[in-house]
C-alpha cells in the first residue's frame, strides 16, 4: 500500500487509515488495479482509486459500472463455455 498514507490529502479529505485493499478489473487503461477502502479522519470512508498513480475519491457510479461489467463479463464467459 505506498499509494498514499495515513496525513495524506485525498479529495480534501486527510487519510486516517487503509482498511481494505483489493483489485479492480477495468478496460480503462488509465485506471490502476489496485484500490482501497480507506476511512477518513472526519470518519467518513470511501473507495479509493488510482488513476495513473493518483489517488480520488470513486463516485458510487463508477462502482455501479465495474459491477455491470464484471455481470457482462461472467454472462459472457458462461454464454461461451454452453456453446
Do not use: N, Q
Amino acid at each position: 500500500m505506498d499509494k498514499f498514507k495515513k496525513g495524506e490529502v485525498i479529495d480534501g479529505k486527510t487519510v486516517k487509515e487503509i482498511v481494505y485493499e483489493f483489485k479492480v478489473l477495468s478496460s480503462s487503461c488509465e485506471m490502476d488495479e489496485t484500490a482501497w477502502v480507506v476511512l477518513f479522519a472526519d470518519e467518513s470512508k470511501h473507495i479509493v482509486f488510482t488513476k495513473k498513480d493518483k489517488p480520488y475519491i470513486a463516485k458510487w457510479i463508477e462502482l455501479v459500472e465495474i459491477v455491470k461489467k464484471y455481470r457482462k463479463a461472467i454472462l459472457d464467459i458462461r454464454t461461451a463455455i454452453s456453446i
